[in-house]
């Protein structure tokens, strides 16, 4: 089957996304071009998908949403009439209006989505949940995906866009957490957490805490700390996985539409 030079386009500030959308990716056809939409004081306006490639745009949802920061620099970016697969990560409880809200905003952008992909990660904050997908059987779900997607990319009809995807198109945002991770004493001010949070909130001069004004909880700088000593309050992650633990439990599926 013809493959495709995919632009892959992600935002993931802890990994899991960015799986999900390399294994898809990959199985479609080579990556030609990348775009990290978590790179902040970067301007996203100059990219423009070149008509004849696949885009791939990936990211997280958040409270039932798709973060605003990765809708905001998602919208700069011109389509260009290109086809694209978008993919709505989530880790293990529901992906609520994320899905049909990243399909809508690329077709803002001027792509053609011709398919539109529910998939999960570990959980980012209580990593417990979802832990370690995508795993095995993931991987062989998305394969089958891309080869749906491949399929629908070689039939001779037209390619339809206006097919059911779940979810409302007035997203709504389920809650407004906004806590906000901090390092230990030990820590040895190597910058690498700030260099990761997409939204600029951890100032190096005062890098072992995070402005609560600009933090978008997205556990990135927990991600990139090479020490593990950067953390969020256990008191607080403790409450939350036991509210949490009946909505985040058992295997959550992945979803295509197209
Ligand atoms: C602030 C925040 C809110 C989240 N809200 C949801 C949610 O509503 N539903 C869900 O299933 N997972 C939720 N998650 C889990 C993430 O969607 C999931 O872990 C995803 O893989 C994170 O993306 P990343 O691995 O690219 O950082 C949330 C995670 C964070 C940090
Ligand atoms: S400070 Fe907040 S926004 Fe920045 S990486 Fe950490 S959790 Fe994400
Ligand atoms: S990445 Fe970790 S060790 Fe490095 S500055 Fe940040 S908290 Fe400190």
């Known amino acids: 089957m013809k493959t495709y030079p995919i632009v892959e386009i992600t935002f993931s500030p802890t990994g899991?996304?960015?799986?999900?959308?390399?294994?898809?990716?990959?199985?479609?056809?080579?990556?030609?071009?990348?775009?990290?939409?978590?790179?902040?004081?970067?301007?996203?306006?100059?990219?423009?998908?070149?008509?004849?490639?696949?885009?791939?745009i990936a990211a997280p949802v958040f409270e039932g949403v798709i973060p605003d920061i990765a809708i905001e620099r998602m919208k700069e970016i011109q389509g260009n009439h290109a086809n694209c697969v978008v993919i709505a990560v989530y880790g293990n409880r529901a992906y609520d209006d994320g899905l049909i809200q990243l399909k809508d905003t690329a077709e803002l952008c001027g792509f053609n989505v011709i398919a539109s992909v529910a998939a999960v990660a570990e959980h980012s904050i209580m990593r417990q949940f979802g832990s370690a997908r995508p795993d095995e059987e993931d991987s062989k779900e998305l394969k089958k995906f891309?080869?749906?997607?491949?399929?629908?990319?070689?039939?001779?009809?037209?390619?339809?866009?206006?097919?059911?995807?779940?979810?409302?198109?007035?997203?709504?945002?389920?809650?407004?957490?906004?806590?906000?991770?901090?390092?230990?004493?030990?820590?040895?001010?190597c910058g690498k957490c700030a260099?990761?949070?997409?939204?600029?909130?951890?100032?190096?001069?005062?890098?072992?805490?995070?402005?609560?004004?600009?933090?978008?909880?997205?556990?990135?700088?927990?991600?990139?700390?090479?020490?593990?000593?950067?953390?969020?309050n256990p008191v607080f992650l403790a409450a939350a996985s036991l509210k949490m633990k009946d909505l985040l439990s058992g295997r959550k599926p992945n979803e295509i539409f197209l």
Request: hydrophobic share 35%.
């Open 146 to 189: 891309a080869e749906e997607i491949l399929e629908k990319l070689s039939s001779d009809k037209e390619l339809s866009t206006d097919y059911f995807v779940p979810g409302s198109h007035e997203y709504k945002r389920l809650g407004n957490l906004n806590v906000v991770p901090k390092a230990s004493a030990s820590c040895t001010g």
């Open 16 to 56: 899991g996304t960015k799986k999900v959308a390399d294994q898809i990716s990959c199985y479609l056809g080579n990556i030609t071009n990348t775009v990290n939409l978590i790179l902040h004081d970067v301007s996203f306006s100059d990219v423009t998908v070149p008509s004849d490639s696949l885009a791939v």
């Open 195 to 232: 260099d990761a949070c997409p939204t600029g909130a951890i100032n190096k001069n005062n890098i072992r805490t995070g402005d609560s004004s600009k933090c978008i909880s997205c556990m990135g700088c927990i991600a990139a700390c090479p020490k593990g000593i950067r953390k969020l």
